[in-house]
């Protein structure tokens, strides 16, 4: 518990210096905006420079926010992802406590069948006879339950990830003038003849 404690608060210490820093940023290309609005004729829309700083946003940035479900997504401005976070998230955990419940109950009246003390009932006396049945749904909404978190896991570290790939994707440009040359080259093949291929090369 310790450690969990001392992890988050490490955690929030970096987020608060990454987000002084972000403001620091905002506020500079908050004043860069006003004078340039200022400069221009009434009613055209004021540029906004940071929409188009170079540094935005920044990879590290959005995997720090990222911990909490759903900051990275909001802060790449992808908020048609937030639905699919959330329901990942959410479904993999409703189904992981329905199904601990259910392990529960089960395991609970497995154990009290098998205790050899005829005065202990368990809720299912009278509808489950053979305790080898009480014991096969036990383990069954136990596996469902341990999947359900392992799924869980995945689309956690999924986000996080996407968070990372679309903020670093963000810079990676690609021009309108993309263009595809093939070429057939011909060379000497250890001067017993000529041999061909085929070059690909996009532009």
């Not at 996407?162 to 903020?167: E, G, L």
């Not at 093939?182 to 003849?193: E, H, I, K, N, T």
Request: with cysteine; aromatic share 10%; hydrophobic share 40%.
């Amino acid at each position: 518990m310790k450690c969990l404690l001392v992890l988050l608060l490490g955690v929030l210490a970096t987020l608060a210096v990454q987000a002084q820093e972000s403001g620091d940023t905002l506020r500079v290309a908050a004043a860069e905006s006003a004078r340039v609005a200022d400069s221009l004729p009434s009613g055209k829309r004021p540029y906004r420079p940071w929409r188009h700083q170079a540094d935005w946003p920044r990879p590290r940035m959005a995997v720090q926010l990222g911990f909490v479900p759903g900051l990275g997504q909001i802060y790449n401005r992808q908020l048609w992802k937030l639905p699919l976070v959330y329901g990942a998230l959410g479904g993999c955990s409703y189904f992981a406590v329905i199904n601990h419940r259910e392990y529960v109950r089960y395991r609970t009246a497995y154990r009290l069948r098998m205790d050899g003390d005829s005065t202990t009932i368990d809720e299912f006396d009278g509808l489950i006879f053979n305790p080898q049945s009480l014991q096969t749904l036990r383990n069954q909404y136990q596996q469902n339950r341990d999947l359900s978190i392992v799924l869980g896991v995945l689309a956690y570290l999924g986000m996080l990830m996407d968070a990372y790939v679309s903020a670093h994707l963000t810079h990676f440009k690609v021009s309108d003038d993309l263009s595809l040359q093939v070429l057939p080259p011909v060379w000497l093949a250890d001067r017993r003849g000529l041999s061909g291929g085929l070059v690909l090369t996009f532009r």
